[in-house]
């Protein structure tokens, strides 16, 4: 190949030979896929992408929970060349740079209580990573090496690298890896709609899911436990929200016990909930804040360890965290998050999402008129409907039904309706809707149409 000497975006002329050929996918079943049917993105608008055969999509996931204030916004992309041209890139490695250091000190003043610290990775994963790294040393810094377990969710998401993993508590994400790091153990989840207990007392459901965490932390021994991972909204198994007091008495048994609660905001930080961290929005103090998609809108690779004063106190007094990355803190992508967060307080993002979270939700709620949908759940801008085989017994699709239903049917209909969304049958089959936060009722609209399309189709598979 000859050097390109223009600034043209790259194209290839058989995409269906080199994804047969080259590409391999992310979490795609890249035997089974037909390479003729797959997707070639090429460029984006506002709530909007457009594939290579001219075909518009609404991104009704923000192409994957992360593009907040939409595509193709000219503000970020000179923000990225501006920065280019002054400064590519340089490590954090016993040096700043002025994009770290204003990007620090913004989400300092952002996040909630004392958490002033700043610690910049590349991915979710490695914020979730980074953080289990930060806690164990930690506690070893504070003369009780013996604390290093986690606790976590069931089928809570929390990444993919080996020490994340770990943590996350999806059995079939797990098993191809194992075994993972050791230490790690699960506790109920707060789906209410499958509440075994107290399933007719929203808050004392709570109370009690809240208090697994104890019972788990009593069994394992406090002095051998470190942290609390928990999601805002939990994203897996489809928007699990807390119920009242739930994070609160989480907060009480942590302080109890000397555990740390992290609040992994991977997906609920900057706006998707409708506050720049879901901690605001229910109401809690995290010791540590993992972040990454929204941060950017998805327009530059970048996350952050938010951590408290109390967790940097022993590493102040001259101890070294012994980790980072290459490009974590990139100046390109700290350029980015800021002019992305400019953007996001200018057109006042967060109210917009609160302004618009009731009719958000019911618009979706029109598709009860659907047998199949069991449950819309969620919050902000963050929303799930649950597919049942029978909504007055909530009988559940067995494994096969489900992703005959899902994946021969849903998905396939989704795609030709024009809606990018999630179909996911990890647990119980739901669909995930986030898209970018500029949306309104045009688009919420869209997507209830576009469901409705398909769901009927699959009522009749039932």
């Known amino acids: ?84 041209r002054q400064l590519a890139y340089f490590p954090l490695w016993g040096y700043a740079t002025p994009p770290a250091l204003a990007l620090a000190e913004r989400l300092a003043a952002a996040a909630p209580g004392d ?50 993993l770990s943590i996350t508590g999806i059995p079939g994400a797990k098993a191809d890896f194992e075994p993972l790091v ?19 007392d929203y808050e004392a459901y709570g109370r009690w899911a809240a208090d697994r965490i104890e019972e788990a932390i009593l069994f394992e021994g406090p002095e051998t436990v470190a942290a609390v991972f928990l999601e805002p909204v939990q994203n897996t198994g489809g928007c699990f929200v807390p119920p009242p007091g739930y994070f609160q008495r989480v907060r009480e048994i942590c302080n109890r016990h000397d555990v740390l609660l992290v609040s992994d905001e991977v997906i609920c930080a900057f706006g998707r909930l409708g506050y720049a961290f879901g901690a605001d929005k229910y109401g809690y103090q995290p010791d540590i804040i993992t972040t990454a998609k929204g941060l950017t809108s998805g327009y530059a690779p970048l996350g952050a360890v938010l951590a408290s004063d109390k967790i940097f106190e022993p590493f102040n007094k001259g101890a070294t965290f012994m980790h980072g990355s290459t490009y974590g803190g990139h100046p390109v992508s700290c350029a980015v998050a800021m002019a992305n967060l400019d953007l996001i307080e200018s057109e006042g993002i967060y109210q917009h999402v609160r302004d618009n979270e009731a009719a958000f939700r019911t618009t979706l709620e029109r598709l009860y008129d659907l047998p199949i949908v069991g449950e819309v759940r969620g919050a902000g801008f963050f929303w799930a409907v649950e597919l049942v085989k029978d909504r007055e017994t909530k009988e559940k699709f067995t494994d096969a039904d489900a992703h005959r239903i899902l994946k021969g049917h849903v998905s396939e209909a989704l795609f030709e309706a024009g809606l990018h969304c999630r179909a996911d049958d990890r647990a119980e089959p739901v669909i995930q809707l986030a898209p970018p936060l500029i949306c309104g009722q045009q688009q919420f609209d869209e997507m209830e149409q576009a469901l409705r399309h398909a769901l009927a189709g699959a009522v009749k598979l039932i």
């Open 1 to 84: 190949m000859s050097p390109r000497t223009d600034h043209r975006p790259p194209t290839v002329t058989d995409p269906a030979r080199v994804i047969r050929d080259n590409l391999w996918m992310h979490f795609t079943q890249q035997g089974d896929c037909s390479t003729d049917k797959v997707p070639v993105i090429v460029r984006g608008e506002g709530a909007y992408v457009y594939d290579d055969q001219g075909r518009r999509y609404l991104d009704g996931l923000a192409g994957l929970f992360a593009v907040q204030v939409g595509h193709g916004r000219e503000e970020l992309a000179a923000a990225a060349a501006e920065q280019t």
């Open 115 to 164: 958490i002033n610290r700043v610690f910049f990775t590349v991915s979710g994963g490695e914020s979730v990573e980074t953080a289990w790294k930060l806690i164990r040393q930690y506690f070893k810094l504070t003369g009780k090496p013996t604390k290093h377990k986690v606790i976590s969710r069931a089928m809570a998401y929390h990444g993919t690298s080996m020490g994340a």
């Open 182 to 200: 050791p230490s790690t153990q699960r506790v109920p989840n707060t789906n209410f709609y499958r509440a075994t207990e107290h399933a007719d």
